[in-house]
């Protein structure tokens, strides 16, 4: 049930050379850098089949002071945000939770690192655990990945 949740401020849906970001790239990324975490037993964290990546830009959005301060320090007034949210099911180590925090926040640095240089952005990455109360799924993706 892993769920990677981005949010990000429309602003990003720009092409690169106008500051924006390819979207479709960055998830696909992350799904791979996600794919990738191992536990302390060399085992793969996140099941091929459930792994899942979403981007949404917000509808509507306001950050910080309007862009006052960066058009003062030279960087312009257009701020970008972006939130990224992991769900993981309950279970899991600390080291685990460590490792997939840090596994993207690589991706994150390496995917933003010219926003990053170039314009005011913000970028949260949060892990969460969680308690479910209800779980269904329903999935003929799983099948694939369970052939042996």
């Known amino acids: 049930m892993p769920h990677l949740v981005i949010l ?30 191992r536990d302390e037993t060399d085992k793969q ?26 058009e003062a320090a030279g960087l312009g007034s257009d701020y970008a945000f972006v ?30 690192a010219a926003q990053l240089a170039a314009r005011p952005i913000g970028i949260t990455v949060q892990v969460d655990e969680g308690h479910e109360v209800f779980d269904a799924k329903n999935s003929s993706i799983h099948p694939l990945f369970n052939r042996g």
């Open 8 to 37: 990000y401020t429309p602003n990003l849906d720009k092409p690169e050379s106008e500051g924006g970001i390819d979207m479709s790239r960055l998830c696909r990324a992350l799904c791979d850098a996600m794919l990738a975490v």
């Open 45 to 70: 964290v996140f099941p091929t089949g459930g792994t899942r990546v979403l981007a949404y830009p917000a509808a509507h959005s306001a950050v910080a002071d309007g862009g006052a301060a960066g």
């Open 83 to 112: 939130y990224m949210n992991v769900r993981m099911a309950k279970g899991r180590s600390a080291l685990t939770h460590q490792r997939v925090g840090d596994a993207l926040q690589a991706c994150v640095k390496t995917n933003f």
